[in-house]
C-alpha cells in the first residue's frame, strides 16, 4: 500500500488535468493507477502526438520520459514551453547526468527531473507543487494585467485632466486679455458712435439720402449694436455680472438678421447665395440673444472666409427640432477642412486661415458657449467641397 501522507491535501486541490508521455506501456499505465485517483490523466506513448492533445485540452500539467524514440522529453518540454509556457513540466529519467539536467531545466523550462524508479510519494509531491506554482504563476500575471489595465486608465485620466488644466490656464490668460481689449475698445467705440450720429444727420440734413447711403448707415449702425452689445456681454462674464438675464427668443428671427447683415456686408465683394430653411415647428428658446447672436456670426463669418476662391458660393441653413433638441444646421461650399486638421479646430490659437486673417478663437468662443448651454456642436468637412455644422440645443421642459 502506497503511503500518501498528503493525500486528503491533494484531494482538497481542483481537479487538475495530467498529460502523461511514455513510450513504455507498463510505466505509463503504473502511473495512471497512482494519479488518475486525484487528476484527469491523459496518457501518450507516441511524443509526437503531444501537440494534438494539447490543442484540444487543456493541461496543467506534462510528465514525460527523457529517453524516447523520436524525440527527447528535454527536447519536447522545450518545444512545448514555446507555445504552452504556463503547463508545468516533469522529466522523469533513468539514466541522466547532472549535466543533461542543468540543460533540460534551463531550455525547456523544466519545474522537476525525477530519476527512475520513481518514488510515489515523491512524484505527487512533486505534481502538487508543480500545480501550485503553475496556480501562483498564472495569479500574478493577472494581477500584472490588472495592474497594466489600472495605470493605463489611471494614465488617461490624468492626461485628460492635464489637458483640461491646460486649457483652463489657457482661457485664463486670454480672460485677462479679453479685458485689458475691452478696456481700449471701449474709448474708440464711443467716438465712432457719435461720427455715426453726426454722419447721420449730416447726409438728412444734406437732402442727399438715398438706398445707398441709407444701407450703409444700416450696416454701420447694426455693426455699432453689436460691437457694443459684445463688449457690455463679455465686461459682464469678466466681472461675474448677472445682470444679463435669459429672455425667451425666436432663433429664427435672429437667423435671418445675420443673414441680412453679413448680405449688406460683403454685398460689394463676394455675392453668395444663401438658402434659409426654417423650421415650422422650432419652439422660442432660452437664452442670451447675444450669445447665440455670437454663435450665429461666428459660423456664417467662417463660412464667408471660407468660400473666398470658391466658384460656387452658396449656403444652406436649416433649424429643426429632433429627439428634444432645437438643431441649427449650416452647409457651405468653401475650402472644406483637412482630416487631420478636423479636431483641431476647437483649439486655443488653431487657425486653417492664412497668416494674419484668422485669430483661432472664433470656433474656441462658438464651443464654449454651446457647451455653455449644455448643446453639441459637430463638424463635418471634405477638404475642397466644403463644411457642415450641426448645433443642437436641449429644449427647455
Do not use: W
Not at 461650399?333 to 483641431?344: R, S
Amino acid at each position: 500500500m502506497y503511503n500518501i501522507s498528503f493525500e486528503s491535501e491533494i484531494e482538497d486541490e481542483e481537479k487538475a488535468s495530467i498529460l502523461i508521455v511514455d513510450d513504455e506501456e507498463l510505466i505509463l499505465q503504473s502511473l495512471q493507477m497512482i494519479l488518475e485517483r486525484y487528476f484527469n490523466v491523459i496518457k501518450l506513448s507516441d511524443p509526437l502526438k503531444v501537440f494534438d492533445v494539447l490543442k484540444n485540452n487543456t493541461i496543467d500539467i506534462l510528465i514525460s520520459d527523457e529517453m524516447m524514440p523520436g524525440m527527447r522529453g528535454c527536447e519536447l518540454a522545450e518545444k512545448v514551453h514555446n507555445e504552452y509556457p504556463n503547463i508545468c513540466k516533469i522529466i522523469l529519467s533513468g539514466n541522466s547526468d547532472k549535466k543533461d539536467i542543468v540543460t533540460a531545466i534551463n531550455k525547456g523550462h523544466i519545474y522537476s527531473f525525477l530519476f527512475k524508479p520513481v518514488d510515489v510519494n515523491q512524484l505527487l509531491q512533486a505534481v502538487k507543487q508543480g500545480l501550485d506554482n503553475k496556480r501562483m504563476k498564472e495569479m500574478i500575471e493577472e494581477q500584472n494585467k490588472n495592474l497594466e489595465e489600472k495605470n493605463r486608465k489611471l494614465l488617461e485620466e490624468v492626461l485628460k485632466k492635464s489637458t483640461k488644466i491646460i486649457e483652463m490656464e489657457k482661457f485664463y490668460e486670454l480672460g485677462k486679455f479679453s479685458a485689458s481689449i475691452v478696456h481700449d475698445l471701449n474709448s474708440p467705440l464711443q467716438t465712432l458712435i457719435t461720427g455715426y450720429q453726426l454722419l447721420e444727420d449730416e447726409i438728412h440734413n444734406s437732402g442727399n439720402s438715398n438706398d445707398s447711403s441709407e444701407n450703409i448707415l444700416k450696416l454701420i449702425d447694426s455693426s455699432l449694436t453689436t460691437m457694443e452689445n459684445m463688449i457690455k456681454s463679455i465686461s459682464n462674464r469678466i466681472n461675474n455680472n448677472l445682470s444679463e438675464k435669459p429672455v425667451d427668443f425666436d432663433l429664427n428671427e435672429l437667423i435671418r438678421k445675420n443673414i441680412n447683415y453679413m448680405q449688406l456686408k460683403y454685398n460689394n465683394i463676394s455675392s453668395v447665395d444663401v438658402t434659409f430653411i426654417p423650421g415650422e415647428e422650432v419652439p422660442k428658446m432660452k437664452g442670451i440673444p447675444l450669445h447665440f447672436d455670437q454663435i450665429i456670426t461666428n459660423l456664417f463669418k467662417n463660412s464667408y472666409d471660407a468660400m473666398e476662391n470658391s466658384n460656387q458660393k452658396k449656403i444652406v441653413v436649416k433649424t429643426f427640432v429632433k429627439a428634444d433638441n432645437i438643431c441649427l444646421y449650416l452647409l457651405d461650399t468653401g475650402c472644406g477642412i483637412k482630416a487631420e486638421e478636423l479636431d483641431m479646430i476647437f483649439n486655443v490659437g488653431f487657425s486653417t486661415k492664412e497668416h494674419g486673417k484668422g485669430t483661432g478663437l472664433g470656433l474656441v468662443i462658438t464651443k464654449q458657449m454651446v457647451n455653455s448651454y449644455k448643446g453639441k456642436i459637430k463638424v463635418e468637412s471634405k477638404f475642397g467641397e466644403g463644411t457642415s455644422f450641426l448645433i443642437c440645443f436641449p429644449m427647455k421642459k
